[in-house]
């Protein structure tokens, strides 16, 4: 039997064909205009006080075109910008979404001040009318957000300004990164890569390949670091006039509300991990002496160990992938076969990629598209499978209604994380010898540092950053002293050397749709944990129990959904203790096979 071949490159001309310069994507983006200006009409038109749900009921319709065009469009300019860095014309378009998402917001804001108008009584029977019952938490969440924001008036000017302001500092980011390039010396000559493939150099078998690239790769930032210093400092300005405005005093007062997520739940999951950091601190000691060192340098966290990890050519490891995940479930694996057989995959290894990976949903098509950089290793592997189940979860919600299907970061995380979990296990499971085995199981351990370590160096750093912004302008010293710092607290001061321009190298600390863009991640990472021991108890019979979880994920806290779906409370200990101490019976394994 001939094994198939998948395409290494997606397919984007099925919505709308000739890329940036697509005539038909033009035609999108002029009826998204009109559907938004259509939407803010009929929130303009709508007497509130009257009470009447048909009213409502076609201002949300309105909201709900108007949302699905815009992500649409959204997801199409991602796209575009991440395939080719150089694509002057993604660029532009870029800017036409920007003050697109502006206009919609304005709008959006329009509705939330009018919700906020209605006297409670009356807000209550119109939510309980039969059309609106399945949308209650939505529509109390934007009212009772609209109640701690400014006035409508002062709002609109927020998101007018926002355009040129706040997003325009995230465009310039994505221009002074667009412009980098890491040399490299490949067969006697030298090569310009892209940040994306430099980035894989890390996980050489060789030290001196990654300790040359680490080398042009700080140089590179560096030279950029005024440029990327002072637009961080302008987009977390900008942030912080907001909240003061506001009244927000807590910076992290915005991403607990946009994860749903409860400040103690956050400090009670930092708390246990910040408690159980020795573990983690002697797998990095020993990965040191097994590699010849006395400590790791940043630029060995991602070296392998041994000689014995196993490669997977892009056709195995998607082989692999829908295999392992016809184990759990035969609709997860139908739905993988499905994008790799629709070519909702980039992963092509080129110049002038954007670097890292995502996955982004196009709802008027019912598909999703998924980039990476692939090149061989089961990190691939597992990053192909964690991206798929961010697909898999917009899959689950297919028959949820829109509006509530606008579920936070840290239980998309969730998905994901739950994806490559099946993964790593089912890899260790087939390994063939110890060496394959260590080799995996380090993998394995890598996520638990990246999750428990190297996230929570993000989140120390920006949530000290965010304090020193107050008062003034953050100097690039200062940024490299303040990352610097974070990392050796969250990684146990258990590395011999640092990246202190990680504040510059890092996109997400630019993302302005989601501000923190970190803490959700070791969220998602320790939540999946409790989900797979489900899993792993009721076998292929848990995979209905697990889509029902995710079309949950839009319309209920987190608390509320590990209440339901779990049975535990996530403002306690007990539940993240139970997800550490997996990690660290991994840890444990390691120490013991490498004594």
């Given at each position: ?7 290494m ?5 099925e ?20 559907e ?23 201002i ?63 807000w ?25 924001k ?13 355009v ?10 994505d ?117 010849g060192?006395?400590?790791?340098n ?6 392998p ?88 979860h ?41 060496g394959?085995?260590l ?19 993000r ?14 302008m ?33 996109l997400?600390?630019?993302i ?57 409370d ?26």
């Amino acid at each position: 039997m001939t094994p198939t071949t998948y395409s290494m490159t997606w397919n984007l001309d099925e919505f709308f064909p000739g890329g940036s310069s697509s005539k038909e994507f033009l035609a999108h983006l002029e009826k998204v205009k009109v559907e938004i200006q259509s939407f803010e009409k009929s929130i303009k038109a709508w007497d509130a006080a009257s009470n009447k749900d048909t009213d409502l009921v076609h201002i949300l319709e309105k909201f709900q075109k108007a949302d699905l065009g815009l992500e649409q469009a959204e997801s199409f300019v991602s796209c575009l910008q991440a395939q080719n860095m150089d694509d002057v014309k993604a660029n532009e378009l870029r800017g036409i979404m920007t003050s697109l998402a502006s206009n919609f917001d304005t709008a959006l804001t329009h509705l939330d001040k009018a919700f906020v108008q209605i006297e409670e009584s009356n807000w209550q029977k119109l939510i309980e009318l039969e059309p609106l019952q399945e949308l209650q938490f939505v529509l109390n969440e934007r009212r009772r957000l609209a109640a701690e924001k400014l006035s409508k008036e002062e709002e609109t000017l927020i998101n007018d300004l926002a355009v040129d302001g706040y997003h325009g500092w995230e465009e310039m980011y994505d221009a002074i990164v667009s412009q980098l390039s890491i040399p490299f010396k490949e067969d006697g000559k030298e090569v310009q890569l892209s940040v994306g493939q430099a980035q894989n150099k890390f996980s050489s078998h060789d030290r001196e390949v990654r300790k040359n690239i680490f080398t042009e790769w700080e140089k590179a930032w560096g030279e950029q670091s005024e440029l990327l210093s002072t637009t961080l400092n302008h987009l977390s300005g900008f942030r912080l006039a907001v909240y003061k405005k506001r009244g927000w005093n807590d910076v992290l007062q915005e991403a607990l509300e946009y994860n749903r997520m409860s400040k103690e739940t956050l400090d009670i999951m930092w708390k246990v991990i910040s408690d159980n950091k020795k573990p983690f601190v002697e797998f990095l000691e020993r990965k040191a002496r097994l590699l010849g060192m006395e400590k790791l340098n940043w630029y060995d966290l991602d070296a392998p160990i041994t000689d014995s990890a196993k490669t997977y050519s892009y056709q195995e490891g998607a082989a692999f992938i829908i295999n392992h995940f016809r184990e759990f479930g035969s609709e997860l694996s139908h739905f993988a076969e499905k994008a790799f057989e629709d070519n909702w995959i980039e992963a092509e290894d080129r110049p002038g990629k954007r670097p890292g990976g995502f996955c982004t949903s196009f709802p008027l098509s019912n598909q999703s598209r998924i980039f990476m950089t692939y090149s061989d290793t089961y990190e691939n592997v597992s990053t192909l499978a964690h991206e798929l189940g961010h697909a898999f979860h917009t899959y689950a919600m297919k028959d949820v209604h829109p509006l509530n299907c606008h579920y936070a970061m840290n239980v998309a995380e969730t998905a994901s994380t739950f994806a490559e979990t099946i993964v790593a296990d089912a890899a260790l499971k087939l390994a063939k010898n110890d060496g394959e085995k260590l080799a995996l199981l380090e993998s394995k351990i890598q996520s638990s540092i990246a999750l428990l370590m190297n996230i929570h160096a993000r989140f120390l750093f920006e949530t000290r950053f965010y304090e020193e912004r107050k008062k003034g302008m953050v100097s690039t010293a200062k940024l490299n002293e303040m990352m610097e710092d974070a990392q050796k607290e969250a990684y146990g001061d258990s590395l011999g050397q640092y990246h202190p321009h990680f504040w510059g190298s890092k996109l997400h600390f630019y993302i302005t749709d989601v501000p923190f863009y970190n803490f959700p991640y070791t969220f998602g990472y320790l939540f999946s944990l409790g989900i797979y021991a489900h899993a792993k108890k009721d076998g292929k019979d848990y995979e209905q129990k697990y889509i029902s979880l995710l079309k949950d994920t839009g319309k209920m806290t987190v608390e509320e959904l590990a209440k339901k779906h779990l049975g535990v409370d996530l403002t306690k200990a007990e539940f993240w203790q139970a997800g550490v101490d997996l990690c660290i019976k991994d840890v444990e394994e390691f120490l013991s096979m490498t004594k």
